[in-house]
């Protein structure tokens, strides 16, 4: 519940930039806009092969995906790789 509370309070104090940016997403090009989500959403399993790699045993594929999605989370929200070091 903690880190929901906090983004709630970010997103409350940022409100007009967030009100701004959704503006903008608005007028975006969906084609552009999908593309982007998409790339996006594929830097988590490229980082969990990255992280496969650098060890000698087999990981369980999908829990390896979502803490990389957890810790690129975490990291919105705390000091540049204190998020993911927490993770």
């Known amino acids: 519940m903690l880190p929901l509370l ?5 997103a409350v104090q940022q409100r007009e930039v967030l009100a701004e940016g959704l503006g903008l997403v ?11 989500a998409g790339l996006t959403c594929l ?16 990981l369980p594929g999908r829990r390896l995906v979502a803490t990389q ?4 989370a975490a990291n919105h929200l705390l000091p540049t ?5 927490a993770v």
């Open 6 to 10: 906090l983004v709630a309070v970010v």
């Open 26 to 36: 608005t007028t975006a090009r969906w084609p552009w806009l999908l593309a982007a």
């Open 43 to 58: 830097t988590w399993p490229a980082a969990a092969c990255t992280r496969q790699g650098a060890v000698l045993e087999r």
């Open 69 to 72: 999605f957890a810790a690129g």
């Open 81 to 85: 790789g204190l998020g993911a070091s």
